[in-house]
């Protein structure tokens, strides 16, 4: 492991020069470095109001999908241990910090104290930031683990825990020289909590038998009960009371429009009696002018969500043109197409689930487990043109009964994933007591 972490930190100031000359050409990179001026002494001053009193469990997460995962177990540790712990949190993508800064609720969560992004993984970082929170516990999220913080921690004594931890069988943390050099970070770490048996199995053999592995779950599912069950979101009345059946296109990219615009217009033909809303994954102004184009190519008529006053019933299509209600969308649907599946991989399908929609997509769907278990249960479709599409939703929706039960099984699979939140805790909770405290 020495020799690794040797090479490992050589390569860290070329890796910072990357950065940098990035930076000019990628937007993300460059918020990512600005967050970062002055970050000790944020640290510091930030350190400040935490209390030697209580003991500080930090959290880290990589970006928004973490920090999601991270929240329930951060929640129910405040709720459960009240004013014995605070908790520190930290980012690593300027995406999830601006979630969190723009959107997020968890300023509610009393016991959170600190906030910030996590600096490079120098040693000399890493012994800062040590110093400065003085953690009794470490808590990663999925895969965000850096090297230099995990030895250091483990030297230091202090406890470290992976949740909602995931090992594919495609990584690439398991062959060739990474297998090694993983291996021995992750069996730096007391204990992880894995999604599933099959990631629970892959590292019970990739480990030594000094870290526990327990199958908790994906605390996304509760994070998605929790999200639909305190919704206080209202969307425009007109779309709650239309009688038209509705299909809502979610998250949708250009390809995925190219499945779902054409397909509709040949199901509306088929059934005059049907709806569709576009929510793309980006609403930006060209967005949103490439979907009316395609609209009016289809012979569709539309009208965007912030100018709806009621909906006519000669304008089959609504383009949703902001953020932060999608959930609220699937609601009033029908049937939901969830995209993602032609680019990077499908965004989430569990808030359709949820809420009893059978689920369409395209066909890249491997880093999304819940959107295979929703394809073995029927109640999930992969669908690769315009007429598959028609030929499939329309059918759904010319048999009620048929489209309901599939709905049942979704929500019903959705909710029965729930409560990975208090195992990942219980987990942790052996471990607080176990280090340097």
């Known amino acids: 492991?020495?020799?690794?972490?040797?090479?490992?930190?050589?390569?860290?100031?070329?890796?910072?020069?990357?950065?940098?000359?990035?930076?000019?050409?990628?937007?993300k990179i460059a918020e990512g470095i600005e967050g970062r001026k002055n970050l000790r002494e944020r640290w510091k001053k930030n350190a400040a109001s935490l209390s030697p009193g209580k003991k500080t469990i930090w959290f880290h997460v990589s970006s928004v999908g973490e920090f999601l995962q991270a929240r329930p177990v951060m929640d129910l540790l405040a709720e459960r241990h009240g004013d014995s712990v605070q908790i520190a949190l930290t980012f690593f993508s300027p995406s999830?910090?601006?979630?969190?800064?723009?959107?997020?609720?968890?300023?509610?969560?009393?016991?959170?104290?600190?906030?910030?992004?996590?600096?490079l993984d120098t040693v000399r970082n890493v012994r800062f930031c040590l110093e400065t929170l003085k953690p009794d516990m470490i808590v990663y999220v999925k895969f965000d683990l850096w090297p230099n913080l995990i030895i250091e921690a483990g030297i230091s004594g202090i406890p470290q825990v992976l949740v909602s931890g995931t090992l594919s069988p495609s990584s690439k943390r398991l062959s060739g020289p990474a297998r090694k050099f993983y291996g021995s970070l992750y069996s730096t770490l007391n204990a992880i909590a894995a999604i599933s048996d099959e990631d629970?199995?892959?590292?019970?053999?990739?480990?030594?038998?000094?870290?526990?592995?327990?199958?908790?779950?994906?605390?996304?599912?509760?994070?998605?009960?929790?999200r639909i069950d305190t919704s206080t979101v209202k969307i425009a009345e007109s779309i709650l009371d239309d009688e038209r059946d509705l299909i809502i296109a979610g998250s949708s990219w250009p390809r995925d429009e190219a499945i779902v615009i054409p397909g509709f217009a040949g199901i509306l033909a088929e059934r005059p009696g049907t709806a569709l809303i576009v929510a793309p994954h980006e609403p930006t102004d060209s967005r949103l002018a490439e979907i009316e184009r395609s609209l009016e190519e289809n012979g569709l008529r539309c009208v965007r969500l912030s100018a709806l006053e009621t909906w006519d019933p000669?304008?089959?299509?609504?383009?949703?043109?902001?953020?932060?209600?999608?959930?609220e969308l699937y609601r009033a649907g029908d049937i939901a197409y969830v995209g993602g599946s032609w680019t990077t991989g499908v965004h989430n399908v569990m808030e359709p689930a949820i809420l009893g929609l059978p689920v369409f997509?395209?066909?890249?769907?491997?880093?999304?487990?819940?959107?295979?278990?929703?394809?073995?249960?029927?109640?999930?479709?992969?669908?690769?043109?315009?007429?598959?599409?028609?030929?499939?939703?329309?059918?759904?929706l010319s048999d009620r009964a048929v489209l309901e039960s599939l709905?049942?099984?979704?929500?019903?699979?959705?909710?029965?994933?729930?409560?990975?939140?208090?195992?990942c805790l219980d987990l942790i909770e052996k471990y607080i007591d176990t280090g340097k405290a």
């Open 1 to 27: 492991m020495s020799f690794e972490r040797g090479i490992y930190n050589l390569l860290l100031p070329a890796a910072t020069v990357w950065a940098k000359v990035s930076a000019k050409f990628n937007h």
């Open 96 to 119: 999830g910090m601006n979630y969190f800064n723009k959107h997020d609720r968890s300023a509610r969560n009393p016991a959170l104290m600190f906030v910030d992004y996590l600096p």
């Open 200 to 226: 629970a199995e892959r590292f019970s053999r990739y480990l030594g038998k000094d870290t526990e592995i327990v199958t908790a779950g994906d605390t996304r599912f509760d994070q998605v009960c929790h």
């Open 314 to 327: 000669e304008i089959p299509v609504i383009v949703a043109d902001g953020v932060g209600y999608l959930a």
């Open 361 to 396: 997509f395209g066909p890249k769907i491997d880093n999304s487990w819940e959107a295979g278990m929703l394809v073995q249960l029927g109640a999930g479709k992969v669908v690769r043109t315009p007429a598959e599409f028609a030929h499939e939703a329309g059918a759904l």
């Open 407 to 423: 709905g049942k099984k979704a929500s019903g699979f959705i909710r029965g994933s729930c409560g990975a939140a208090p195992r």
